[in-house]
């Protein structure tokens, strides 16, 4: 709705209340906003940009908050909805959380007032399990709903159904809602069937107030799960081989805390800055990475022709001509990461020669290509493959979100793309990125944020 609509509704209301003797007041409730990014496309990204805390490490360490049986203080939280979401959470159950500074809390935790959460806050959030291990680990109890988020594949929890019971708990799944419930947790070895980023967070959890030594085999490797085991530690807990297959937990009595953590930088948005580079055909530094977590990004951007320089905590992304048609398939860690896959796809929509990108880890991750083949892109799918030919040249167009890592696609190829692109159902990238309008206007992009 515009705003000359919403005047005239608000006249209207005025004549209401003032034929009526009565109080009558627009209300939020009453009007839809709508917000979109409108991109101006075809120019190169140059300049520096300065990537924020990790999404994935933030959603995982702020559950184990719930663990500490004290105080600490977080640094280098992104400001983005996820992680505001997951703090109303905290509050609703009884944490004591002060914002000190942007970025930065400071936390209290000396018992909580129930171990139910809420299905409204819950069902928007795709980590909301996490709160299964950290309310079990320390309460004994917990009752979460099912997670919600993008959709872009089933959800199984069956993993960590399976390592909860091995650590001696009850539970039960009825009506989108999972209760877990236990007199004592007790250590054990647990074997993972498949490499699960989830289920090996929500091990941990669980496991670090268990009574005696508990095992984590075929564990995932991801560095948000490092940087997990590493916050634990600092407030007291025994963890060792977390980055590795095989991750070793000492059940300790409780965790003090009385620390201060800083959350390490998000891999993924760099990620997604180092190729919206190369697709612009840009020089961007990205500033304040670990470029040992983008190895597998790095490695593919030099194989199609990109110039990628190292520099301690920074990477510089450089590519001045067309790039070469390249074949990647997406793994755990450290291969290369499924949520840069609709980020990739873009930059191989206009490499040269055709690409094959295979998805072996969700099974309905490419919900995206139908808004990508909007810009002109040519694209097939064949099971869980896309067959990419490259194009010279994208197309601006009005297009969708469908998820997170989408909506980063999407804002990559308006970029990339000669003419206007409106991209609508934003607050998909809302959840994973911040200030993505402000940070890509930095490097020259004609960029903004529109409300109706």
């Not at 909805?81 to 000190?100: H, M, Q």
């Not at 936390?107 to 909301?128: D, L, P, Y």
């Not at 498949?194 to 268990?210: D, E, F, R």
């Not at 083949?373 to 493959?385: L, P, T, V």
Request: hydrophobic share 40%; net charge positive; with cysteine.
């Amino acid at each position: 709705m515009s705003w000359g609509i919403l005047n005239q509704l608000q006249r209207q209301k005025e004549k209401f209340r003032k034929k009526n003797n009565a109080g009558y007041a627009v209300t939020r409730s009453e009007i839809i906003i709508v917000e979109k990014l409108r991109i101006t496309g075809g120019k190169p990204l140059k300049g520096e940009v300065t990537i924020c805390g990790a999404k994935n490490a933030a959603i995982c360490i702020l559950p184990a908050l719930l663990l500490i049986d004290g105080s600490c203080r977080i640094e280098n939280l992104p400001n983005i909805s996820d992680v505001n979401r997951y703090i109303e959470v905290l509050k609703s159950l009884g944490l004591k959380i002060t914002e000190e500074r942007p970025g930065e809390i400071y936390v209290e935790n000396h018992g909580i007032t129930t171990t139910k959460c809420s299905f409204e806050t819950c069902s928007k959030m795709r980590a909301s399990y996490y709160l299964l291990g950290a309310l079990l680990g320390r309460y004994k109890s917990a009752e979460v709903p099912l997670p919600g988020g993008c959709n872009f594949g089933s959800r199984p929890i069956d993993q960590h159904i399976k390592g909860f019971e091995a650590l001696n708990a009850q539970v039960t799944l009825a009506q989108g809602v999972i209760k877990a419930s236990t007199k004592k947790l007790i250590g054990t070895s647990i074997y993972l069937d498949i490499v699960s980023v989830g289920a090996t967070i929500n091990m941990i959890l669980a496991s670090v107030l268990a009574e005696g030594t508990t095992t984590i085999e075929n564990a995932a490797k991801e560095p948000h799960i490092v940087d997990l085991a590493n916050f634990l530690n600092t407030m007291g807990a025994n963890i060792k081989g977390a980055g590795t297959d095989t991750i070793k937990i000492v059940g300790v009595k409780s965790l003090p805390g009385n620390a201060t953590y800083s959350i390490i930088p998000d891999q993924i948005e760099a990620g997604t800055f180092m190729i919206a580079a190369a697709a612009t055909g840009g020089d961007v530094t990205v500033k304040n990475c670990i470029p040992k977590h983008l190895d597998s990004i790095s490695a593919k951007l030099v194989e199609m022709g990109a110039t990628v320089q190292e520099m301690g905590d920074a990477v510089r992304v450089k590519c001045d001509k067309r790039l070469k048609k390249v074949n990647i398939k997406t793994m755990p860690y450290p291969g290369f990461p499924t949520d840069m896959h609709p980020q990739m796809a873009v930059l191989l929509s206009l490499a040269n020669g055709m690409s094959i990108l295979t998805e072996s880890i969700w099974d309905n991750r490419f919900q995206y290509v139908e808004e990508l083949k909007k810009f002109g892109a040519q694209i097939r799918i064949e099971g869980r493959s896309a067959l990419i030919e490259g194009v010279k040249n994208l197309t601006g167009s009005p297009v969708n979100c469908t998820d997170l890592r989408a909506g980063a696609a999407m804002i990559i190829a308006g970029l990339a793309a000669r003419g206007t692109t409106d991209i609508y159902r934003i607050e998909y990238v809302d959840r994973g990125y911040e200030n993505v309008e402000e940070k890509f206007r930095k490097l020259g992009a004609k960029i903004e944020r529109i409300s109706e």
